[in-house]
DNA sequence: CTGAAAGCGCTAACAC
DNA sequence: GTGTTAGCGCTTTCAG
């Protein structure tokens, strides 16, 4: 029987109580538990079997110590609950799984953190950190110091490096296509208290009036959208909701009430268009006929709802690789901070379905 | 201007380069680094600006060496592309947060790697382990020595934690709802080639025939489902298809085909109910009313679908937390490994909305 | 094949 | 207030 098999001690074992217990040197519990030559086989698998009595688990922290970390990387984000995250997440993971990177999540939408109190948690165990935070490039990178920061979506500051999309293109492609398709009575659903980049000051633009009971436009989305819509001289309306499929339900179900002559709606993201959809079937609306809906984000529920939902994709595969190719690029001194190179900007498809 | 400004070094600055370029001791870049007392405020601000300038940041390992580490937990996810799974990760990633634990993802569904995989990879990192493995927790239980690992929807065999649903229950709810709503010709459409848990030989009942294409019974969930429909002597069909709502719709559109007579579907999970609806409109069905569809899971999803989706519902944040509250007490010692605290059987409740 | 020394970067204790 | 001394648990030399 073996020496020690009962008893789960409060301090786990070291490599000392291992080597304490086979009569060896620590040395030869290290090539035994690692696989290193010069031992002998008979020595090691005592060696292992031991180990695993004592149920001793190598220190991560000596053993990084030691030999440097694999590297770690941060991953914040706003939500983990819709949908679009997850997707760019799963792409992250994969590829960073693949170069033998290890992802800390943290989803930051719980309990009024923000993207920066994301970082900050972050920060202390991982070696650089990729994330939609919202708003925060300048503090965050100012937490991780030389560690790259990667931001989505948000002005990049000072940030290492930053992925932005390009929705003035993006706004071009949905709106004009409402109109090709003779939509009159556009309105645009814009989300309102959600952790996205708001518009600072500067371009915030006064002429835009606030449409629909008196709120504002919140997103550079929405600006985006707003100024095409101007540009072309077509009417609108502006509604707000929280960055939920079930408020945008509310929010659309009045505007449909409100506005009955509303024939398009282009939405700020897929999972709030689903909710319009929702509203719009409450209303007894047909979409497309009636109404044309179109999301944003290119999510894979769009092909599920009825009818399917036309959507400026974008696709998220894709945005995943480049943050981790950037990334990539800044660890290994490739990519200079901050430089042209390390400031992508994507651009969105329009993909049509059934709903517009 | 300072010492060091420009050069990024290729080793990163250690607490002995701040410590000399400040001209005082190693302890002092501590306390001013870590807000500690017994520094002179000037000094402090002077060390931490150094620091900045150097680029510092302390080293995570040496740091959990001294200190003992934060908890650092592993989750090992078969695929964040199925939205069942970002669910539970939500929950389970506030909850750690909430505790200052840290939470590791892997996604193994990528690149043909399995549960053990996912551990394999997350081992060296993490304190313990939350994962649906499809299967392997005595050989992942084996990998993490003593650190806890807990399982979910297989059979728990060594794992310290195991948390399951009683598909027996859930099965009895649905296939008698179905029953009670005059559906004679019901289909199960089963996940095959999944990673979920297959049945054991011992498990495996010849009695139940494959009934669609020579094909059997993958599941646990599956085998619950057929025992309780042969139970209540009422004909069924079995079809199966990959998990995946695309591989669902393309299956029942073949069942519908094949069986027009069809008046009743459960489903594996909602993600593939979502294809099951899309082949019953494809199909000209109405559902219910020609057909009735029941999925399992209970994922928001399934209130976005036409019709909205009736369904086997777990509350997904409840399993978060469950899992959380287990790996505490698990780690507390609270919970002995192994033992019937460790075991949690949860229930599904039976969720109707419009497609049955 | 095995052991002894040295040191990774940090912080807890104690000096001063 | 600040510096000095000891390790944390491990792997890398380099000796035997």
Same mark, same amino acid.
């Given at each position: 029987m073996s020496p020690i098999t009962s008893g789960r001690p409060a301090k786990p074992a070291t490599i000392l109580d291992v080597a304490a217990a086979a009569g060896v040197s620590r040395q030869t519990v290290t090539r035994a538990m690692n696989g290193m #030559? +010069?031992?002998?086989e008979s020595t090691r698998e005592r060696v292992q079997e031991l180990a695993r009595e004592l149920g001793y688990t190598p220190s991560r922290f000596a053993k990084g110590l030691v030999q440097g970390s694999r590297t770690s990387v941060g991953l914040a984000i706003?939500?983990?609950?819709?949908p679009y995250f997850p997707a760019f997440a799963s792409s992250v993971v994969e590829l960073a799984t693949r170069r033998g990177w290890q992802i800390v999540v943290d989803?930051?939408?719980?309990?009024?953190?923000s993207g920066l109190d994301a970082v900050d948690h972050l920060a202390p165990h991982v070696d650089a950190v990729i994330g939609?935070?919202?708003?925060y490039a300048d503090q965050a990178q100012a937490a991780l110091g030389r560690r790259p920061l990667i931001v989505l979506?948000?002005? #990049? +500051?000072?940030?290492?490096g930053s992925i932005n999309f390009d929705y003035n293109q993006a706004a071009k492609l949905a709106v004009d296509h409402l109109r090709h398709t003779n939509r009159v009575r556009i309105a645009y659903l814009d989300a309102c208290e959600s952790r996205h980049p708001g518009l600072t000051p500067e371009n915030?633009?006064?002429?835009?009036?606030?449409?629909?009971?008196g709120s504002g436009l919140c997103t550079v989305r929405g600006k985006a959208v707003a100024d095409r819509l101007d540009q072309i001289r077509t009417p609108w309306s502006l509604i707000t909701a929280e960055e939920t499929a079930g408020a945008a339900r509310v929010a659309a179900g009045a505007l449909f009430q409100d506005r009955?002559?509303?024939d398009g709606v282009l939405v700020f993201n897929d999972l709030m268009a689903a909710g319009v959809l929702k509203a719009a079937a409450d209303a007894g609306l047909?979409?497309?006929?009636?109404c044309a809906v179109v999301g944003m984000?290119?999510?894979?529920l769009g092909e599920l709802l009825t009818p399917e939902l036309s959507t400026l994709a974008l696709d998220l595969r894709e945005v995943g690789r480049a943050a981790v190719e950037l990334l990539d690029g800044l660890l290994a001194g490739a990519i200079a901070p901050g430089s042209d190179a390390a400031r992508l900007t994507l651009e969105h498809r329009l993909v049509l379905r059934e709903s517009a």
């Amino acid at each position: 029987m073996s020496p020690i098999t009962s008893g789960r001690p409060a301090k786990p074992a070291t490599i000392l109580d291992v080597a304490a217990a086979a009569g060896v040197s620590r040395q030869t519990v290290t090539r035994a538990m690692n696989g290193m #030559p +010069g031992i002998k086989e008979s020595t090691r698998e005592r060696v292992q079997e031991l180990a695993r009595e004592l149920g001793y688990t190598p220190s991560r922290f000596a053993k990084g110590l030691v030999q440097g970390s694999r590297t770690s990387v941060g991953l914040a984000i706003p939500d983990l609950t819709n949908p679009y995250f997850p997707a760019f997440a799963s792409s992250v993971v994969e590829l960073a799984t693949r170069r033998g990177w290890q992802i800390v999540v943290d989803d930051y939408g719980h309990g009024g953190r923000s993207g920066l109190d994301a970082v900050d948690h972050l920060a202390p165990h991982v070696d650089a950190v990729i994330g939609y935070l919202g708003g925060y490039a300048d503090q965050a990178q100012a937490a991780l110091g030389r560690r790259p920061l990667i931001v989505l979506d948000e002005i #990049p +500051g000072g940030a290492a490096g930053s992925i932005n999309f390009d929705y003035n293109q993006a706004a071009k492609l949905a709106v004009d296509h409402l109109r090709h398709t003779n939509r009159v009575r556009i309105a645009y659903l814009d989300a309102c208290e959600s952790r996205h980049p708001g518009l600072t000051p500067e371009n915030q633009d006064p002429m835009v009036p606030s449409r629909v009971g008196g709120s504002g436009l919140c997103t550079v989305r929405g600006k985006a959208v707003a100024d095409r819509l101007d540009q072309i001289r077509t009417p609108w309306s502006l509604i707000t909701a929280e960055e939920t499929a079930g408020a945008a339900r509310v929010a659309a179900g009045a505007l449909f009430q409100d506005r009955p002559e509303t024939d398009g709606v282009l939405v700020f993201n897929d999972l709030m268009a689903a909710g319009v959809l929702k509203a719009a079937a409450d209303a007894g609306l047909r979409v497309p006929e009636d109404c044309a809906v179109v999301g944003m984000d290119g999510i894979p529920l769009g092909e599920l709802l009825t009818p399917e939902l036309s959507t400026l994709a974008l696709d998220l595969r894709e945005v995943g690789r480049a943050a981790v190719e950037l990334l990539d690029g800044l660890l290994a001194g490739a990519i200079a901070p901050g430089s042209d190179a390390a400031r992508l900007t994507l651009e969105h498809r329009l993909v049509l379905r059934e709903s517009a």
